[in-house]
């Protein structure tokens, strides 16, 4: 099944077409179409427990979405059903075949029955039927109106438990002997015994979305290949068949299978294991650090509770203040109106912060009292069984990042990473550079002493990573998540050193002796720089902000940082030479921010575009520009006819408010410039730095080196 990320971005069309626009997949194995699907939708990791009987499900307009398909199709179904829609009108609308509607009204059946069930205690054979059309603990519990563990104990007390199946490789012609493994209750018996007492279960990262992708499997398949040469039995939970986790050659054992709750818990009972590693594939084991520790699985590296203190915002906030570590003015969030009253007293912007999610989910800048309202409802919906807290925004700031492994509460190994847009771009979005070419050597060594009082406090085990606003010299956390981050492969490949073996290493309690090496100790320059997929949704506002939207990333190397961001920015699809360029600088302060960029670019030659604004501001500095008008405007010379044409050979737009949502001028020129395949800049740090490599160095003087040569220095 895939998986879209369409909800983080603004003005998306999400009507389903031709055009892909999933970023990543699943694969639910079961013995039932109905066991799969169900299992399929709860791996997707959007919100929902299955077809039915989640806690949110709205759809505007029913038959629309039967008759227009959108990513949330799959669930307008059973509410059709649920309506009176007959079958062979559902297959008229939606054209899927009656065979799929007859198995999903199947599954809405099921949930009337356990609906009916009543307070009395639910029938062994009801359960047993619900479990082998997929339906899961979570979600029956809310038919029976009970707790979750109390369905599983029901369960248990009923001998209901799933089988470990292999999947048959040999196409039941010969018997088939794999370590392919999956749950189903649609079986008998287990197809192997578990004799194994010195397995390891690693937890993958589940299906490639906007936040979590190979970056993740990267450590996983890395810290499984630690394990198997430590000689420990490695077991792989994941189910997302693009990756290299899930090929049968990587582990001992792997579950393809959900990433739950009810499953990791299921298999560790089964597997006996010596516990659970949680912290290589991202956002997903983490949350689940706190419910296997309380249920009594180990699990293994730094302690379920002191990821909680790092994932928890209130908590974390009062640990920095306990330990009088800088960070930007924050209070938790109870009601309106004292998140209002906050805001007055420090001043808009805010930011708001959800507890436990990846990639920025509902994290939004508010500059006004309307937008914190609108995104305080938001993230209560993202973040409803963690605090939110309200933080004031850091303008202007640099934002810093250092991945780190530690043991015992003391660092092995660490990079500090800089980035090249201010503060207020999400990480998995900013262009990182290793080693850091503008950061002061203060400011590096307090970001050292921070991290080691951190991973101090909280008795780390393993992999973190620690973000960072530096600005004259004053440093400010912003966050830790005590796991693997999606840049530990980038800073492993730069400084030759495999921080996930080493994290591994600790995990399992083996001593590891601190790295003695330097960043200079590099010959080079590393940049890693974001891939969007805006071409590909159409509608979507081409801009960035504190929720992340790239669906992918480049890392070059150059003997300076300028080979190196000319090179990254060459692989994401920017264009060089440049001739012609259009301007629409936004405010008068990022107007003069990029003025001297522009009379450099003026020395280099090139044709300057400009919206009314920008021109007459340009001329008044004595840039020669042409002035054309707005794409609302009606008045030629247009910029659509010169965007149509493609006579700009890059578009620098510099927004005025990054999280506008109305139709404006701005954001047409924007959406235009992509469907139109001409590079584009939102960013005003990000095209500073374009424009001074750019002066620096030409295509020509970018070589062509391996990365072993850069390695060696020569």
Avoid at 9 to 33: D, H, N, P, T, Y
Avoid at 240 to 246: D, W
Avoid at 505 to 513: D, E, K, Q, Y
Avoid at 628 to 649: A, C
Wanted: charged fraction near 25%.
């Amino acid at each position: 099944m895939p998986r879209w990320d369409l909800k983080k971005f603004r003005l998306v069309s999400k009507k389903l077409g031709s055009g892909m626009k999933s970023v990543g997949e699943i694969m639910a194995i079961g013995r039932k179409f109905e066991e799969a699907l169900q299992k399929g939708i709860r791996m997707l990791e959007t919100g929902f427990d299955g077809l039915v009987l989640n806690r949110r499900m709205e759809v505007d307009d029913l038959r629309q979405e039967l008759v227009e398909p959108t990513d949330m199709r799959v669930l307008a179904i059973p509410e059709a059903i649920k309506q009176g829609m007959s079958i062979e009108e559902i297959h008229q609308l939606t054209h899927i075949d009656p065979w799929f509607l007859y198995k999903i009204r199947n599954i809405v059946e099921m949930e009337s029955r356990l609906k009916n069930v009543g307070e009395q205690r639910c029938p062994r054979d009801i359960m047993q039927e619900a479990k082998q059309l997929g339906f899961s603990d979570r979600q029956m519990s809310r038919a029976l109106d009970k707790d979750e563990l109390e369905v599983r104990e029901l369960r248990k007390s009923y001998g209901l438990s799933p089988c470990v199946k292999q999947i048959d490789t040999l196409a039941a012609e010969y018997p088939a002997q794999t370590n392919y493994l999956y749950l189903t209750y649609n079986g008998q018996e287990d197809d192997l015994t578990f004799t194994d007492r010195n397995s390891v279960i690693v937890l993958g990262g589940g299906a490639y979305r906007i936040g979590s992708s190979v970056e993740f499997d990267w450590c996983c398949v890395n810290s499984v290949q630690t394990l198997r040469n430590m000689s420990y039995t490695s077991i792989m939970m994941n189910y997302n068949p693009e990756t290299v986790s899930t090929d049968y050659d990587q582990c001992d054992k792997l579950y393809f299978d959900e990433l739950s709750f009810e499953s990791v818990v299921d298999i560790y009972e089964k597997e006996r294991s010596i516990g659970v590693i949680i912290s290589m594939g991202g956002q997903i084991p983490n949350n689940l650090a706190l419910r296997l520790h309380q249920f009594g699985v180990r699990v293994l590296g730094t302690s379920p509770l002191s990821i909680d203190n790092a994932e928890d915002r209130h908590k974390f906030s009062k640990l920095l203040d306990d330990l009088q570590i800088d960070q930007p003015a924050w209070a938790e969030l109870s009601d309106m109106k004292k998140a209002v009253a906050f805001a007055d007293a420090v001043g808009y912007p805010v930011l708001i912060r959800p507890s436990y999610v990846l990639s920025g989910a509902a994290m939004s800048v508010a500059s006004n009292d309307e937008e914190l309202k609108r995104y305080l409802d938001k993230a209560s919906v993202i973040s409803s069984d963690h605090p939110v807290v309200i933080t004031k925004f850091i303008e202007d700031a640099k934002e810093i990042e250092i991945d780190a492994v530690a043991q015992k509460g003391e660092i092995r190994v660490y990079a500090i990473t800089e980035h090249v847009e201010n503060a207020g771009v999400h990480s998995g979005d900013a262009t990182m550079v290793l080693p850091p070419q503008r950061t002061f050597l203060e400011t590096t060594r307090r970001v050292k002493k921070i991290a080691r009082q951190i991973a101090g406090a909280l008795k780390i085990d393993g992999p973190f990573n620690i973000q960072f606003v530096a600005k004259d010299n004053e440093v400010k956390v912003i966050e830790c998540n005590l796991r693997a981050s999606r840049s530990f492969p980038f800073v492993s490949k730069i400084f030759g050193v495999n921080f996930i073996d080493i994290a591994t290493r600790v995990i399992m309690g083996h001593h590891v002796p601190h790295y003695a090496g330097s960043v200079f100790d590099l010959e080079f320059v590393g940049v890693k720089a974001p891939q969007f997929s805006f071409t590909r949704l159409g509608g979507a506002d081409p801009t960035l902000g504190v929720e992340m939207a790239s669906t992918g990333e480049v890392a070059c190397l150059g003997d300076d940082f300028e080979e190196a961001f000319l090179k990254s920015l060459l692989s994401v699809g920017y264009k060089l030479p440049i001739k012609n360029i259009l301007l629409s600088t936004g405010p008068i302060a990022t107007k003069a921010a990029f003025l001297a960029s522009t009379q450099k670019l003026a020395e280099m030659g090139m044709n300057f575009y400009a919206t009314g604004g920008t021109a007459r501001f340009l001329e008044e500095h004595g840039i020669s520009v042409k002035q054309v008008h707005w794409p609302l405007s009606g008045k030629t010379p247009n910029v659509m006819d010169y965007l149509r044409e493609r006579k700009f050979d890059l578009v620098i737009n510099i927004p005025k408010n990054y999280q506008e949502e109305e139709l404006t001028n701005d954001y047409i020129i924007r959406r235009t410039a992509v469907d139109f395949a001409i590079p584009l800049f939102t960013n005003v740090r990000l095209a500073r730095r374009f424009v001074e490599a750019l002066s620096r160095k030409s295509i020509k003087d970018l070589q062509i080196k391996s990365w072993n040569e850069y390695r060696s220095g020569k």
